[in-house]
């Protein structure tokens, strides 16, 4: 239940590999992000002595697009460390995440980083990240994408839509906006206790723009459009879709630099903040071969496949409502038909940041 009494943070994505498959939009969003990382991974201050070099991938999902990130953090640690020190990769993500998915993934896709390299040992934690999760200074080299846009909490009742950008509600924006900044901090000096001296943080999440533009106006205009009509239709009751709400923010520059106003936070320096405009494929292709539906479907897809669950939640059975796949496929179904009527190019405003802590603890 999502009302302001029972507060939650993200609902487990799509499991059963669904996230695999549907999440090629977070795939080209973190394209841009992955050259800071292997920049990070050359830079960083590798631990003294033979310990393993720790990397941590904060909110992985089922891994697929962990993969090309992890692949390019090691690739770069081992031109440095040679082939025979130990790397551990920490995936990290909620507790009901699809873990399985991951390791078979990690032991069977071409695309696995432990292909050819004995020496690196994945594994998991299965805790939320607004929470020290590991040792203190015992990460080397962090990785977090398309993650931290998730709140630990719904603040407050979303009552004119269920993406607090799209509300005019100002004190459901306020209360958003109040967690958002806690949130990030929180994250921040988390992290700023798990970094060693010297260690960085390469983050990739949803933003706003300077504007304040949310993005993705299509899509969030045919989720609300859809479950309106699934009122009308008797499929979700009316109280049930009051509490829907989806708790993710995109922060604006001036939101990610808050915490740090000139200064160190929590031990880290923001040492690079982008503003991206993230790649649109699915209108890309749709632009060439002028297939609707396939954009229809794929952006009601992704919608599925990460927050859909989240809103199946509110259902009066919560989770395990009887109604819940029905109401997930009802709801793409009816987005995918929304969207497939009126294509339109989304804007898909992203940041990437690199985080470092100093060498020596001030
Ligand atoms: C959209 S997926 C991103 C997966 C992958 N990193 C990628 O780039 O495609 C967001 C992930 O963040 C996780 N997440 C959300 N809130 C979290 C939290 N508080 N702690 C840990 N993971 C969280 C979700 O469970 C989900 O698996």
């Not at 549907?22 to 590798?46: F, H, I, N």
């Not at 509490?243 to 922060?251: D, E, N, S, Y």
């Not at 294509?343 to 020596?360: K, Q, S, T």
């Given at each position: 239940?999502?009302?302001?009494?029972?507060?939650?943070?993200?609902?487990?994505m799509?499991?059963?590999?669904?996230?695999?498959r549907?999440?090629a939009?977070?795939a080209?969003g973190?394209?841009?992000?992955?050259?800071?990382?292997?920049?990070?991974?050359?830079?960083?201050?590798?631990p003294?002595g033979?310990?393993?070099?720790?990397?941590?991938d904060?909110?992985?999902?089922?891994?697929?697009n962990?993969?090309?990130?992890?692949a390019?953090?090691i690739?770069?640690?081992?031109r440095r460390?040679?082939?025979a020190r130990?790397?551990?990769v920490?995936?990290?993500?909620l507790p009901?995440n699809d873990?399985a998915?991951?390791?078979?993934?990690?032991?069977?896709?071409p695309?696995?980083y432990?292909?050819?390299d004995?020496?690196?040992?994945?594994?998991a934690?299965?805790?939320?990240?607004?929470a020290?999760?590991l040792?203190a200074?015992s990460v080397?080299?962090?990785?977090s994408a398309?993650?931290v846009?998730?709140?630990?909490?719904?603040p407050?009742?979303?009552?004119?839509?269920?993406q607090?950008?799209?509300?005019?509600d100002s004190?459901?924006?306020e209360?958003f906006?109040?967690?958002?900044?806690?949130?990030?901090?929180?994250f921040l000096a988390?992290?700023?206790?798990?970094l060693?001296?010297?260690?960085?943080?390469?983050?990739?999440?949803?933003?706003?723009t300077?504007e304040?533009d949310?993005?993705y106006?299509?899509?969030?205009a045919?989720?609300?459009d859809t479950?309106r009509?699934?009122?009308?239709?008797?499929?979700?009751?009316?109280?049930e879709a009051?509490?829907?709400a989806?708790p993710?923010v995109?922060?604006t520059?001036?939101?990610?630099s808050?915490?740090f106003?000139?200064?160190a936070f929590?031990?880290?320096?923001?040492?690079r903040l982008?503003m991206?405009?993230?790649?649109?494929?699915?209108?890309d292709?749709?632009?060439?071969?002028?297939?609707?539906?396939?954009f229809g479907s794929?952006?009601?897809?992704?919608?599925?496949?990460s927050?859909?669950?989240?809103?199946?939640r509110?259902?009066?059975?919560g989770?395990?409502d009887a109604?819940a796949?029905t109401f997930?496929?009802?709801?793409e179904?009816?987005m995918?038909?929304?969207l497939?009527?009126?294509?339109e190019p989304?804007?898909?405003?992203?940041?990437a940041?690199?985080?470092?802590?100093?060498a020596?603890r001030?």
């Amino acid at each position: 239940m999502s009302n302001d009494t029972t507060p939650a943070g993200a609902a487990p994505m799509q499991g059963h590999g669904a996230y695999n498959r549907r999440s090629a939009v977070q795939a080209s969003g973190a394209s841009p992000a992955l050259p800071l990382l292997e920049d990070a991974a050359r830079e960083v201050a590798v631990p003294a002595g033979e310990g393993p070099v720790v990397i941590v991938d904060y909110g992985c999902s089922e891994g697929r697009n962990s993969l090309l990130p992890m692949a390019a953090a090691i690739g770069a640690l081992r031109r440095r460390i040679g082939s025979a020190r130990e790397i551990s990769v920490v995936h990290t993500d909620l507790p009901g995440n699809d873990f399985a998915s991951l390791f078979e993934l990690l032991a069977s896709d071409p695309e696995s980083y432990l292909r050819n390299d004995a020496a690196t040992f994945p594994s998991a934690v299965g805790r939320s990240f607004y929470a020290q999760i590991l040792p203190a200074s015992s990460v080397t080299l962090g990785w977090s994408a398309w993650a931290v846009q998730w709140l630990s909490r719904i603040p407050a009742p979303i009552p004119d839509h269920v993406q607090v950008a799209c509300s005019r509600d100002s004190a459901a924006r306020e209360a958003f906006a109040w967690q958002a900044a806690e949130d990030w901090a929180t994250f921040l000096a988390c992290r700023g206790r798990e970094l060693h001296p010297g260690g960085k943080l390469v983050v990739l999440t949803m933003a706003r723009t300077d504007e304040g533009d949310f993005g993705y106006r299509a899509l969030l205009a045919a989720m609300y459009d859809t479950l309106r009509a699934l009122v009308a239709d008797g499929v979700v009751r009316a109280e049930e879709a009051a509490r829907m709400a989806i708790p993710t923010v995109g922060r604006t520059r001036a939101e990610f630099s808050a915490p740090f106003s000139g200064a160190a936070f929590a031990g880290l320096t923001l040492e690079r903040l982008d503003m991206l405009d993230g790649e649109d494929g699915i209108w890309d292709d749709f632009a060439r071969d002028g297939d609707a539906q396939a954009f229809g479907s794929r952006w009601a897809g992704f919608a599925s496949a990460s927050v859909l669950p989240t809103l199946a939640r509110d259902l009066a059975g919560g989770a395990e409502d009887a109604r819940a796949a029905t109401f997930i496929a009802r709801m793409e179904a009816g987005m995918a038909a929304r969207l497939a009527a009126a294509p339109e190019p989304m804007l898909i405003p992203l940041a990437a940041l690199v985080l470092a802590r100093a060498a020596d603890r001030g």
